[in-house]
């Protein structure tokens, strides 16, 4: 499942998943949401509250995070990856040369850092 996380400024796209996440839900949910924000801002901060394994991404869902990835390739400016999976915060740390923008990765018990850094005012707003 996702949802939406609420308590962010409007230029930030941020979601939790946890449980099994679905094709449709991840398009609805999450897809919609940074695509707003890259309309919008032209810039995407995005935080995703991982609290689930990967395995739990339903085929679609991950081809449609891909997709996201790559449909707004300029357009990243911050991207936080919170979850206790050691791999994952790896991969995007070798990930993170080869994208625009910064991601870092964060531990669960350091959620409200993250969620502290991503919210930071977009370049042009600052």
Known sequence: MVELLKDF???VAAYRAWGKVHKDEYEQVVMAR???VAA???KINFLVLLETDMENYSFGAFI???KVSFEHFSKWNRMAIVTDERWIRKAY???SPLVHGVINGYELKQYEEAK???AE???ADA
């Open 116 to 118: 502290e850094w991503v």
């Open 121 to 123: 005012p977009l370049e």
């Open 93 to 95: 740390d070798i990930l």
């Open 34 to 36: 940074v695509d707003e």
């Open 40 to 42: 919008t801002y032209g």
């Open 64 to 66: 449609d995070y891909l």
């Open 9 to 11: 400024p409007p230029h």
